[in-house]
């Protein structure tokens, strides 16, 4: 089954630095979808990547999509502590199924 | 826009009850809704798929007579973990899509902390 996975599993930076998290999933995808989670909430949709792209931006937002290497990236430019929270990405196997990876814990520290 | 109302968010009683738990679609017809169920600093796990008008499809593992789910409208779902035991207590989260989950965002709730004593 389609599982994804998740590095790191928990990152700490200062305001201002820059995050980087990565994701792999193992089966071919449709979709790869970024979501934020603040502690105790529900889950924010950030940015839905299709498989024939490479890269889209959302203000300071940035994720690539490398399908040969079945990967991809989120990062966070000038992170502010307002940033503090889990990141999953979510894969979609053409239907078959929708995954959650096991999310990245980022700590921005002020 | 696409705003998705839980209720309750938080949800403390004896072992044995019965807990129902909704999930409403303020502002959007969802075609599907989706049951999550979470552990502390993990992710999501999928419990179920909720399609309007039809039965759930639950995933490999998750009870159907435990877990009951009723989606009577385009814009309600109802969760209801019958007669709860400690095992049971955990965040459970709803979500509703328009279309294939993958196409499209998940719009979530604010999510439901079950505690059974």
């Known amino acids: 089954s389609q599982q994804g996975e998740e590095d790191p599993q928990a990152l700490s930076i200062q305001e201002g630095e820059n995050a980087t998290m990565n994701c792999s999933y193992k089966t071919s995808i449709n979709n790869l979808q970024w979501y934020r989670q603040n502690s105790g909430r529900g889950l924010v949709h950030l940015i839905l990547?299709?498989?024939?792209?490479r890269e889209k931006h959302s203000g300071r937002l940035r994720v690539t999509l490398d399908t040969s290497k079945k990967s991809s990236s989120l990062l966070i430019t000038a992170s502010r502590a307002a940033d503090t929270a889990s990141y999953f990405c979510?894969?979609?196997?053409?239907?078959?199924?929708?995954?959650f990876g096991p999310g990245t814990r980022l700590s921005v520290l002020p | 826009g696409a705003v998705v109302s839980q209720h309750p968010s938080r949800v403390i009683c004896k072992s044995g009850t019965s807990v129902k738990i909704e999930c409403r679609s303020l502002?959007?017809?969802?075609?599907?809704m989706f049951w999550y169920r979470q552990f502390p600093k993990q992710s999501l796990m999928l419990m179920a798929t909720?399609?309007?008008?039809?039965?759930?499809?639950?995933e490999q593992g998750v009870e159907k007579d435990k877990f009951l789910i009723n989606h009577a409208s385009l814009t309600l779902s109802t969760l209801t973990v019958t007669s709860a035991h400690p095992e049971d207590s955990s965040f459970y989260i709803c979500?509703?899509?328009?279309?294939?989950?993958?196409?499209?965002?998940?719009?979530f709730g604010d999510g439901t902390r079950l505690s059974i004593l």
């Open positions: 979510a894969m979609d196997n053409y239907g078959q199924n929708f995954v």
């Open positions: 909720s399609n309007e008008g039809s039965k759930a499809t639950y």
């Open positions: 979500s509703a899509s328009v279309g294939q989950p993958g196409n499209q965002p998940q719009h």
């Open positions: 502002d959007f017809q969802a075609t599907t």
């Open positions: 990547i299709r498989s024939n792209e």
